[in-house]
């Protein structure tokens, strides 16, 4: 029994090792979604940032008067 959790200690230590390395972080870039120009919801910005050839989209707000959500898409290269 002291072994299996002596081995899922060093297993644990090891993943948290990877994920913690240098450069194992992806840079993500994100623009506002020239298709989408609506009152932002989720799945429609996600959709739209899919037909524009991005990864995922998300609703942002931006701090302007009046105060405005607008979809912004998601790449992982820039």
Do not use: Q
């Given at each position: 029994?002291?072994?299996?959790?002596?081995?899922?200690?060093?297993?644990l230590l090891f993943l948290?090792?990877?994920?913690?390395?240098?450069?194992?972080?992806?840079?993500?870039?994100?623009?506002?979604?020239?298709?989408y120009n609506r009152d932002?919801?989720?799945?429609?910005?996600?959709?739209?940032?899919?037909?524009?050839?991005?990864?995922?989209?998300?609703?942002?707000?931006?701090?302007?008067?009046?105060?405005?959500?607008?979809?912004?898409?998601?790449?992982n290269s820039c």
């Amino acid at each position: 029994m002291g072994v299996l959790k002596v081995r899922s200690l060093l297993c644990l230590l090891f993943l948290v090792l990877l994920l913690l390395a240098p450069g194992s972080d992806a840079k993500t870039c994100r623009k506002a979604s020239e298709s989408y120009n609506r009152d932002c919801h989720h799945d429609e910005c996600v959709s739209a940032c899919h037909k524009e050839g991005y990864v995922d989209g998300t609703c942002e707000m931006l701090w302007a008067r009046p105060v405005i959500l607008r979809c912004f898409c998601i790449s992982n290269s820039c």
